[in-house]
């Protein structure tokens, strides 16, 4: 891509407290956005604290992600007026679907859906 999107050159750690302070506005918790991003990224805790640690930009954080989950294709739904399973582009997606797992958090949905019925 020759000229990508200003969010992919981003640090994931000048976002990651957007998505806190979306939850927390809505009475969720930081512990809940770590699980959701651990569930569609595969990083442990400890390699999420890393990569904020490091500064990792979101382009990076998404394609260096140890196991994409296979479920991120139930996501479905608009985010920023565009539908999250017609984006072509893997990492616009993976930030899309990340954007839309928050908004469903902070909305109120019961984790085992945001997650995808993981727990059941």
């Known amino acids: 891509m020759t000229n990508p999107p200003r969010i992919y050159r981003m640090s994931f750690a000048s976002v990651y407290p957007l998505y806190i302070t979306k939850a927390e506005k809505k009475g969720r918790t930081k512990t809940e956005v770590d699980e959701i991003i651990r569930w569609l990224t595969g990083y442990s805790q400890a390699a999420l604290e890393a990569q904020l640690e490091k500064g990792t930009d979101v382009e990076t954080f998404l394609a260096e992600a140890p196991q994409l989950n296979p479920a991120r294709a139930l996501i479905k739904g608009m985010v920023c007026g565009v539908r999250v399973e017609e984006i ?18 902070a909305r109120g949905k019961a984790m085992e859906k945001i997650l995808r ?3 059941q």
């Not at 072509?88 to 958090?105: A, H, S, V």
């Open 88 to 105: 072509e582009e893997p990492t616009m997606q993976g930030i899309r679907y990340l954007d839309k797992l928050i908004d469903e958090l």
């Open 117 to 119: 019925n993981q727990y």
